[in-house]
């Protein structure tokens, strides 16, 4: 009901590496916290018990299970402090408003650190907000050292009081508990998102399987994160010529995979991996080799073994001849821009040009004849959708190339956002060729993955932009910008050439897959409404990307929208044999 105008919602990622426009290089996804997979015990990226090992600013502590413990050790159960640390950068290097108590517990724990090295201490009790909870059950006995856990884990990033005490083991009494005054830590930082500085390298993950390859073998397709090996490609034999980032010159679309944890003795057995885990398993490692051998399994690099020396693919961009000037860099990349655009229209087209499950099933004809039909037909679209939607976001990182090039050498900014491109460049130098929306056939599937190939058409077209945006006198995120680019193109190749392997059964002509679309006539009413909707998509991208009222949300957010309702429509045209002929409202 606010008369003030209406913001739309944005994430805004903390993290210094989330906030890269391109994958840091030693900083994979799998280092972020918001990664880890939330089994916590022990966890797969890291072993989340490790944070609340230093849970409390100059304290060090281990959490003891009965698990861990002999019967007759019972007493050490429970959470120890095993060190303390005075230089923890939590009190030298505090927030101002947290430097008196931080002095003070500084000081506090420096007297306390000589008490320490005669016997065990523990954990007594916690308070946080005027609850206080005495880590010891009904009976008395003391808690069981993941039961403390839990309980610290779930303190808040607020001030915290804790106890600590020895425990009486004969018939002396243990000295007096002692009490601290502190807060709970924030495990990263504020502003940057980074693991605190208290935390050693290779703390987090110091009590994991070691080798994690060895939990891996029964757990690799249907419980460890995505981002580990398990079925990949192989390594390009020796004497096949290679491009430069490793990957085969010349690609073979049935290329087989192959199981990275296989026995090497039985390599000649199964030389490709099998449709399950089940079957695949005997002719995998056993624990043994693992635990003997783990070193010597392939290190796999955008999917494929690698056995030789690993050229990243930026080298073959980033060696490129820069353009000589300001402005040509501009215009290459407003031209790019129309590519951009012009790409995500062919597979959009190419989308609604393919069944949807329901049809699918409906298509199977006889018992059994198309039975992955449905399915990889869902695959299918999912894949183009995600890749027309990726080319979007390239259409908007060009613009915003042309945003912050504008402001670093003085050049009048224009969002580049029509008209598409009409023509697709050729690899090799040659004439161009004319832009076509067409069904998703064998060929034009082919296209897709000649267009998206690695130094092909868009891709090769990025080399000397971020060739010459490496140039000092250009601000580094947007040679990370464009580099983000070019490095996408290459998952795009891949995932189309995971689609030729899907659909490589149902044939060349006429697929089962396909609904016979052709493009509609613009005089058509249901035609026109939708060509209507595409351009006030493009007028409100072009409103989106100028410069100003943050960044202008409202025309991006209203561009948003118009597209799911431009899908909705696409998707009954096509059904009813019409696809939406993007190109006239250009040609």
């Given amino acids: 009901m606010s008369p003030e105008p209406q913001r739309v919602n944005r994430i805004f990622p903390r993290n210094l590496t989330a906030q890269a426009s391109y994958n840091v290089p030693g900083n994979p996804p799998s280092t972020r916290p918001e990664s880890g997979v939330s089994n916590c015990f022990p966890g797969l990226e890291y072993d989340h018990r490790n944070f609340e090992r230093r849970f409390f600013p100059g304290l060090v502590v281990e959490y003891v299970s009965q698990a861990d413990a002999s019967p007759e050790s019972l007493l050490r159960q429970g959470a120890r402090i095993v060190d303390v640390q005075t230089s923890d950068p939590a009190l030298t290097q505090p927030r101002p408003d947290q430097a008196d108590q931080a002095r003070a517990l500084r000081s506090s724990l420096a007297q306390f650190a000589q008490q320490l090295a005669a016997q065990p201490w523990f954990l007594v009790s916690v308070t946080q907000g005027g609850t206080t909870i005495e880590l010891v059950d009904d009976t008395g006995a003391n808690l069981d050292g993941l039961v403390v856990w839990r309980l610290v884990r779930n303190l808040r990033p607020e001030p915290v009081t804790i106890v600590v005490g ?4 004969g018939d002396d009494d243990p000295p ?14 504020a502003s940057t998102g980074v693991i605190d500085l208290s935390f050693q390298p290779g703390e987090l993950t110091q009590s994991l399987c070691s080798p994690w390859q060895h939990d891996f073998r ?40 192959v199981d990275w944890l296989r026995d090497p003795d039985f390599g000649e057995l199964h030389p490709w991996a099998l449709p399950s885990q089940g079957a695949n398993r005997r002719f995998e490692m056993s624990y043994f080799q693992i635990n003997r051998q783990w070193q010597d399994l392939a290190v796999v690099l955008e999917g494929r073994e690698i056995d030789a020396m690993y050229v990243p693919r930026s080298r073959s961009r980033d060696w490129a001849t820069p353009f000589a000037s300001d402005e040509e860099l ?16 062919l597979y959009l087209y190419a989308l609604f040009s393919v069944v949807d499950p329901d049809e699918a099933r409906k298509r199977g004809g006889r018992p059994n004849k198309w039975p992955m039909l449905p399915d990889d037909a869902a695959f299918t679209r999912s894949i183009l959708i995600e890749i027309a939607t990726g080319e979007m976001q390239h259409l908007r990182w060009a613009n915003h190339l042309l945003w912050g090039l504008a402001d670093a050498v003085d050049l009048p900014f224009q969002p580049a956002v029509v008209p598409p491109s009409l023509v697709i460049p050729s690899p090799t130098g040659g004439d161009p060729q004319p832009a076509v929306l067409s069904p998703l056939t064998a060929a034009t599937l082919q296209l897709f993955v000649d267009i998206e190939q690695s130094s092909a058409y868009i891709d090769g077209q990025y080399a000397r932009v971020t060739a010459t945006l490496r140039r000092p006198r250009y601000p580094k995120h947007l040679y990370q910008l464009a580099s983000n680019v070019a490095e996408e193109g290459e998952e795009h190749f891949l ?63 209203d561009a948003r929208k118009l597209m799911f309702d431009l899908q909705a429509r696409a998707e009954a045209l096509a059904k009813a044999g019409k696809g939406v002929p993007f190109l006239s409202v250009w040609q």
């Fill in 176 to 189: 007096p508990n002692v009490t601290f005054a502190g807060w709970r830590r924030n495990y990263t930082d």
């Fill in 166 to 169: 020895q425990r009486k083991t």
């Fill in 218 to 257: 029964d757990c690799s397709c249907t419980y460890w994160a995505s981002n580990h090996p398990d079925i990949v490609l192989p390594a390009v034999p020796l004497g096949q010529a290679t491009l430069p980032s490793g990957n085969p010159a010349e690609p073979d679309p049935g290329e087989p995979r």
């Fill in 330 to 345: 501009w215009e290459r990349i407003r031209v790019l821009a129309g590519l951009e655009h012009l790409v995500a229209l």
């Fill in 495 to 557: 995932h189309f050439r995971d689609l030729q392997r899907v659909l490589k059964p149902y044939g060349d002509n006429a697929p089962v897959y396909l609904r016979t679309v052709t493009p509609g006539d613009p005089a058509d009413a249901e035609v026109a409404a939708a060509l209507a909707i595409y351009r006030q998509i493009t007028d409100a991208l072009t409103v989106g990307y100028q410069p100003g009222d943050i960044q202008n949300q409202a025309s991006l957010a």
